[in-house]
């Protein structure tokens, strides 16, 4: 199948690596990936922070560079949430019928990546490798707005050597919101308190999500309080293999040892 | 209606009434943070509230149904508000109550206040009431010289404690017991000083507090949950029997209802009171559900006035998109669920209305400039929405409502630029090639100005990665 990856800015500009696991695993699957350069962001930030007409351009030029492809596939829960959920109320509430309808035709062929594997390609085991006690945390906009529901999990489940450990209080938000952490830093530090002190309790090595987002909070927490806990992109466990395994971690900092007696968190708040 | 209509449907006013706060909810927020025991009791409250109530609605088979037929009951009942309350009017006048109309917050209180005056009577007793906790009843009533007595027990926790309520449901949620009884020992005339922080000598304490009150008082002041157009019976729900005595035992029975609460038809309770009960407190049927219509002849109140108020709600129902907001119920389930509710309680929001359906009915009762920043008070993670019985979507009204927000000027600034560079997928690149966060923000982003700060004060950004994606891609 010919995939257009739908990279996402974050991604593409901060966590590279998931992006090209994602090239990597699709690859290996025996799929096309193809990349269309054009694409920049989405207009989530944009639309979530207020501005629906700075968004609007963004919404079009989406629109224009992935209408092409039949499939869309992008590792970003959050992403996807926002292309199937608000670009076409962008385009309606600036009155743009026809571009609504696009975005709507668009938005149907676009699949965030466990979804993707699992709903279209109908693939749970992708002949993965990964030799760590990960836990999954199912970030918001995969959960609520996409209904990723266990996808996620059953890709987990048929990875070799992986150990799954559930994640307490799973179904809470991390606390990141986009501009929410810088607008309400205080509250979103708490929420991130929590989320780690349950990451802690696992004693799993890592902490995996759908969601660079996320992960780039949760690791930036986690690194802060060097708790040896590293973050990694779901992709990232699902192209490594044997063979070629996975490489770095999101948002830690390199050489800080495995910890996993690291203390509570809770008391650094 | 005592006013000239003149254009758009008006805001509630300003300076009356618990709609807006005194600062800013990140501000307000910071100074709950602090505050350890609050942040037990309420984490403590809301996990045991969620539990219960997630394992009723569990018992339920067709609670996606329930759901649905609550919101088109809702959908319709907003699409024809004028009308049904024109009938509910009518109805309510034909079984002998008279109905009064409060634009605003200061009519419904004048209306009150000499409804009462009119009675002869310098004391009211108080059902646990949302809509006269947001126009500031009390305080209006006690400038009058008349003393409101709340008979909800957590109304009355905070009454004697000359707090705010903190939660739509528990007023209270924010006190535990030993700081109940420190209250009561406090304020509460006649209290045995040896009580313990038992909660059942606390509530038999009140009992006592309040029996005197409801034989001697002659007037009642009550909101209601729903009105019924048809028949123009009113209902309150609630789980002590306090409101019964009050709906029952005075002469005069005056309620304070937003206009939004009306449901057309008697059948349509039977969603509202399945749902209720299971999405607020847990319980699969209501304690106590009271109804009346108009007055009966030496049984009850000899005189019922029904104040419809509107304080802003005509202006909610103007917005397309922010007008599902009056479908809201008052279950309080969305406040049970959300992460930041949890962790800020309910004073940070400023207004009567807190959490997720307050950072959407709050600033759409007062106008967004009002309370601009509750709508950000969110992370959008969607909990509200799954939560709310009545199907409420309320992460994209808060999203819409940021859209109508005042922004800061740099900020504004920075979302259009980045907007024109990201629709230039050159600059765009070449922006990622030269930005090299690294540099920007220092070790581990300590560097970063404010507002990034808040970011860093507590988290690392990641090591800039060597090259972005594209640059891999295009190096392949």
């Given at each position: 199948m010919r995939v257009a990856l739908f990279v996402t800015c974050l991604a593409d500009t901060m966590v590279p690596q998931a992006a090209v696991a994602t090239v990597r695993l699709l690859e290996r699957l025996g799929h096309e990936v193809v990349f269309p350069e054009d694409q920049t962001c989405c207009g989530q930030m944009h639309v979530n922070t207020g501005y629906p007409d700075d968004a609007l351009r963004l919404v079009r030029r989406h629109v224009r560079v992935f209408a092409p492809y039949d499939v869309v596939v992008a590792p970003s829960g959050s992403c996807v949430g926002s292309v199937r959920h608000q670009h076409a109320m962008v385009a309606r509430r600036a009155g743009d019928e026809r571009l609504a309808v696009r975005a709507e035709d668009v938005a149907s062929r676009t699949y965030e990546l466990s979804e993707f594997l699992v709903d279209v390609l109908g693939v749970t085991d992708v002949g993965a490798y990964y030799p760590h006690r990960v836990t999954y945390h199912p970030t918001c906009h995969s959960l609520r707005m996409l209904r990723v529901g266990d996808r996620p999990l059953r890709l987990l489940r048929a990875v070799r050597g992986l150990d799954l450990v559930e994640l307490p209080e799973a179904e809470q938000c991390c606390g990141f919101g986009g501009t929410f952490a810088v607008k309400n830093a205080d509250t979103s530090t708490a929420m991130l308190a929590d989320k780690m002190r349950n990451v802690l309790t696992t004693r799993a090595d890592v902490c995996t999500a759908g969601d660079a987002s996320c992960l780039m909070h949760i690791g930036g927490g986690l690194s802060r309080l060097r708790a040896g806990v590293r973050t990694v992109h779901l992709a990232e466990i699902l192209a490594s293999t044997e063979a070629e395994p996975a490489g770095g971690a999101v948002a830690t900092m390199p050489g800080v040892p495995c910890r996993p007696d690291a203390p509570n968190p809770g008391g650094t708040r | 209606m005592t006013r000239t209509f003149l254009g758009m449907p008006a805001t509630a006013p300003p300076g009356v009434g618990h709609l807006r706060g005194d600062e800013p909810f990140p501000a307000a927020a910071r100074r709950a943070l602090s505050d350890a025991q609050l942040r037990r009791n309420l984490g403590h409250a809301t996990a045991t509230i969620r539990a219960r109530s997630g394992a009723v609605i569990d018992e339920v088979p067709d609670w996606p149904q329930l759901r649905a037929a609550a919101r088109a009951v809702k959908t319709d009942t907003m699409a024809r508000l004028p009308e049904l309350l024109e009938q509910l009017e009518t109805a309510v006048t034909r079984a002998g109550g008279t109905v009064h109309w409060a634009a605003d917050a200061v009519e419904a209180n004048r209306i009150v206040t000499d409804l009462v005056r009119a009675a002869g009577a310098d004391r009211v007793m108080k059902v646990k009431s949302m809509a006269t906790q947001e126009i500031g009843l009390n305080e209006a009533l006690a400038a009058a010289g008349i003393e409101p007595v709340e008979t909800d027990l957590a109304e009355l926790i905070v009454q004697l404690g000359d707090d705010r309520p903190s939660h739509i449901l528990v007023p209270a949620i924010h006190r535990n017991r030993a700081e109940i009884r420190e209250i009561f020992l406090r304020a509460m005339p006649g209290v045995d000083p040896t009580i313990s922080d038992e909660p059942a000598a606390l509530a038999a304490a009140a009992r006592r507090h309040l029996r005197e009150t409801f034989l001697s008082t002659r007037v009642a002041v009550s909101g209601a949950n729903f009105a019924v157009a048809e028949t123009g019976a009113l209902a309150v729900v609630e789980s002590e029997g306090n409101g019964r005595m009050c709906l029952t035992l005075p002469e005069t029975l005056i309620t304070v209802m937003g206009i939004?609460?009306?449901?057309?038809?008697?059948?349509?309770l039977e969603i509202f009171l399945q749902l209720l009960p299971r999405a607020s407190t847990g319980e699969r049927m209501n304690p106590y559900t009271s109804m009346w219509t108009g007055v009966t002849p030496g049984d009850g109140p000899q005189a019922f006035h029904l104040v419809l108020l509107d304080n802003g709600r005509s202006a909610v129902l103007a917005d397309p998109v922010g007008r599902q907001a009056l479908h809201c119920i008052r279950c309080s389930a969305c406040l049970n669920v959300c992460p930041v509710y949890e962790r800020t309680g309910g004073h940070a929001y400023g207004s009567v209305y807190p959490g997720p359906i307050g950072a959407v009915l709050s600033p759409q009762l007062t106008g967004v400039d009002d309370n601009a920043s509750l709508p950000y008070a969110s992370t959008l993670c969607g909990a509200c929405y799954d939560a709310c019985p009545v199907m409420i979507d309320i992460p994209s009204i808060l999203v819409h409502l940021r859209g109508q927000a005042p922004h800061p000027r740099a900020e504004a600034t920075a979302m259009a630029a980045a907007a024109y560079t990201m629709d230039h997928p050159a600059l765009y690149a070449a922006a990622q090639r030269a930005a090299k966060l690294s540099r920007l923000a220092g070790p581990r982003g300590?560097?970063?100005?404010p507002p990034l700060s808040g970011w860093t004060a507590s988290r690392d950004l990641p090591e800039?990665?060597?090259?972005?994606f594209r640059q891999w891609w295009a190096d392949r």
């Amino acid at each position: 199948m010919r995939v257009a990856l739908f990279v996402t800015c974050l991604a593409d500009t901060m966590v590279p690596q998931a992006a090209v696991a994602t090239v990597r695993l699709l690859e290996r699957l025996g799929h096309e990936v193809v990349f269309p350069e054009d694409q920049t962001c989405c207009g989530q930030m944009h639309v979530n922070t207020g501005y629906p007409d700075d968004a609007l351009r963004l919404v079009r030029r989406h629109v224009r560079v992935f209408a092409p492809y039949d499939v869309v596939v992008a590792p970003s829960g959050s992403c996807v949430g926002s292309v199937r959920h608000q670009h076409a109320m962008v385009a309606r509430r600036a009155g743009d019928e026809r571009l609504a309808v696009r975005a709507e035709d668009v938005a149907s062929r676009t699949y965030e990546l466990s979804e993707f594997l699992v709903d279209v390609l109908g693939v749970t085991d992708v002949g993965a490798y990964y030799p760590h006690r990960v836990t999954y945390h199912p970030t918001c906009h995969s959960l609520r707005m996409l209904r990723v529901g266990d996808r996620p999990l059953r890709l987990l489940r048929a990875v070799r050597g992986l150990d799954l450990v559930e994640l307490p209080e799973a179904e809470q938000c991390c606390g990141f919101g986009g501009t929410f952490a810088v607008k309400n830093a205080d509250t979103s530090t708490a929420m991130l308190a929590d989320k780690m002190r349950n990451v802690l309790t696992t004693r799993a090595d890592v902490c995996t999500a759908g969601d660079a987002s996320c992960l780039m909070h949760i690791g930036g927490g986690l690194s802060r309080l060097r708790a040896g806990v590293r973050t990694v992109h779901l992709a990232e466990i699902l192209a490594s293999t044997e063979a070629e395994p996975a490489g770095g971690a999101v948002a830690t900092m390199p050489g800080v040892p495995c910890r996993p007696d690291a203390p509570n968190p809770g008391g650094t708040r | 209606m005592t006013r000239t209509f003149l254009g758009m449907p008006a805001t509630a006013p300003p300076g009356v009434g618990h709609l807006r706060g005194d600062e800013p909810f990140p501000a307000a927020a910071r100074r709950a943070l602090s505050d350890a025991q609050l942040r037990r009791n309420l984490g403590h409250a809301t996990a045991t509230i969620r539990a219960r109530s997630g394992a009723v609605i569990d018992e339920v088979p067709d609670w996606p149904q329930l759901r649905a037929a609550a919101r088109a009951v809702k959908t319709d009942t907003m699409a024809r508000l004028p009308e049904l309350l024109e009938q509910l009017e009518t109805a309510v006048t034909r079984a002998g109550g008279t109905v009064h109309w409060a634009a605003d917050a200061v009519e419904a209180n004048r209306i009150v206040t000499d409804l009462v005056r009119a009675a002869g009577a310098d004391r009211v007793m108080k059902v646990k009431s949302m809509a006269t906790q947001e126009i500031g009843l009390n305080e209006a009533l006690a400038a009058a010289g008349i003393e409101p007595v709340e008979t909800d027990l957590a109304e009355l926790i905070v009454q004697l404690g000359d707090d705010r309520p903190s939660h739509i449901l528990v007023p209270a949620i924010h006190r535990n017991r030993a700081e109940i009884r420190e209250i009561f020992l406090r304020a509460m005339p006649g209290v045995d000083p040896t009580i313990s922080d038992e909660p059942a000598a606390l509530a038999a304490a009140a009992r006592r507090h309040l029996r005197e009150t409801f034989l001697s008082t002659r007037v009642a002041v009550s909101g209601a949950n729903f009105a019924v157009a048809e028949t123009g019976a009113l209902a309150v729900v609630e789980s002590e029997g306090n409101g019964r005595m009050c709906l029952t035992l005075p002469e005069t029975l005056i309620t304070v209802m937003g206009i939004e609460k009306v449901v057309p038809t008697w059948r349509d309770l039977e969603i509202f009171l399945q749902l209720l009960p299971r999405a607020s407190t847990g319980e699969r049927m209501n304690p106590y559900t009271s109804m009346w219509t108009g007055v009966t002849p030496g049984d009850g109140p000899q005189a019922f006035h029904l104040v419809l108020l509107d304080n802003g709600r005509s202006a909610v129902l103007a917005d397309p998109v922010g007008r599902q907001a009056l479908h809201c119920i008052r279950c309080s389930a969305c406040l049970n669920v959300c992460p930041v509710y949890e962790r800020t309680g309910g004073h940070a929001y400023g207004s009567v209305y807190p959490g997720p359906i307050g950072a959407v009915l709050s600033p759409q009762l007062t106008g967004v400039d009002d309370n601009a920043s509750l709508p950000y008070a969110s992370t959008l993670c969607g909990a509200c929405y799954d939560a709310c019985p009545v199907m409420i979507d309320i992460p994209s009204i808060l999203v819409h409502l940021r859209g109508q927000a005042p922004h800061p000027r740099a900020e504004a600034t920075a979302m259009a630029a980045a907007a024109y560079t990201m629709d230039h997928p050159a600059l765009y690149a070449a922006a990622q090639r030269a930005a090299k966060l690294s540099r920007l923000a220092g070790p581990r982003g300590r560097g970063l100005p404010p507002p990034l700060s808040g970011w860093t004060a507590s988290r690392d950004l990641p090591e800039p990665p060597a090259e972005t994606f594209r640059q891999w891609w295009a190096d392949r």
